[in-house]
């Protein structure tokens, strides 16, 4: 019963996650924003928002280990996400013909995993009020690296934007009030997600961390899955490749502000250190991702691009590494 709770919630999820993506998209056509802008901050942030609302309840059901697995999970997820998206796409190389403009915010993903993880090893017992430290420089850096994007996407803005806009596409009035009840469904769903995850965590003995890098990852990523594919299959690379990148900034995000909400005091002192690894495979994915589009090299096998290859074994043998190790159990 429990796993028919858990497949409801998650389909719950995403078709709520999806609109509220189709909804922040139209809203960024109508006020005339880049595709890089789009897909790095507002479109990455629409379809990250059920892992800001998982974490937050996970806190509430005293489940920090859930939380944890699933905004690093989730960023391992997105990468994987960069590889298929590659190889479906081979003959247009989408990520070589988009990579140089979103090589800052795959940059400023990979600093903002790497902050957490240092916080999250070093411990630093320092506080304001009840926020840490840690916490409020990953938000600063957050906040300087948006602002720096939203200075660079206006020098380079992709063609797409330049388009003109679907007619098809909802009016701005129409995209507010579906963004706003989209956000709403997530916010009741939420709480059901989380909870059948920590009682198939119970139940299987895989434990809370595990099962958030996992289960409750991928079903928290599945509206990037939607977004992306579509993104692509109408040729707004930007938004696809700045969605997936953008999200993993996003998720940084969430991770030290669940800190205003977490009272008893420092959130990233409260995760288990052992989550620091999930936080290296997602920063090393992250890092070989954005190495292997900036290479303008032919690597190929077959049709299969090499380093495509390679994000989709290293979240495997990743995934199989945290088995093996009990992450969180």
């Not at 937050?56 to 999970?73: K, T």
């Not at 989408?94 to 999250?120: D, E, K, Q, S």
């Not at 330049?162 to 469904?185: E, H, K, M, N």
Request: hydrophobic letters at 55%; glycine letters at 10%.
């Amino acid at each position: 019963m429990i796993w028919l709770w858990f497949a409801i919630s998650a389909v719950l999820i995403v078709a709520a996650a999806t609109q509220l993506a189709r909804y922040g998209d139209a809203i960024a056509l109508r006020t005339r924003l880049g595709g890089m802008l789009v897909g790095s901050l507002l479109l990455a942030g629409a379809t990250s928002l059920p892992e800001l609302l998982t974490t937050l309840n996970s806190l509430g059901q005293g489940i920090p280990n859930l939380a944890a697995g699933d905004i690093f999970g989730s960023c391992m997820f997105n990468v994987l996400l960069l590889g298929v998206l590659d190889i479906i796409h081979y003959r247009s190389r989408i990520l070589r013909r988009v990579a140089m403009r979103h090589a800052l915010t795959a940059g400023l993903a990979t600093l903002l995993l790497g902050m957490a993880i240092f916080f999250i090893l070093a411990d630093i017992q320092v506080q304001i009020l009840w926020v840490g430290l840690d916490s409020l420089l990953i938000l600063g850096m957050y906040i300087f690296g948006v602002w720096v994007i939203r200075s660079t996407s206006r020098m380079t803005q992709a063609p797409e934007a330049t388009l003109p806009v679907d007619p098809r596409v909802p009016g701005l009035l129409q995209a507010s009030i579906g963004f706003a009840s989209s956000a709403a469904a997530l916010v009741i769903v939420a709480p059901w997600l989380v909870s059948s995850a920590g009682e198939i965590a119970h139940v299987t003995g895989l434990g809370t961390g595990f099962v958030g890098a996992v289960f409750v990852a991928i079903t928290t990523s599945l509206p990037e899955v939607v977004t992306v594919t579509a993104a692509a299959r109408y040729g707004a690379y930007d938004l696809a490749v700045g969605n997936l990148f953008g999200s993993n900034v996003f998720n940084m995000f969430a991770l030290s502000s669940t800190d205003f909400w977490y009272l008893p005091g420092r959130y990233l002192g409260r995760i288990d250190p052992a989550f620091a690894l999930v936080g290296l495979l997602a920063m090393l994915l992250t890092n070989m991702g954005l190495i292997g589009n900036l290479a303008r090299l032919e690597r190929r096998l077959l049709f299969v691009e090499v380093d495509a290859m390679l994000l989709i074994i290293g979240y495997c043998a990743g995934l199989w590494l945290l088995y093996s190790l009990g992450i969180g159990a």
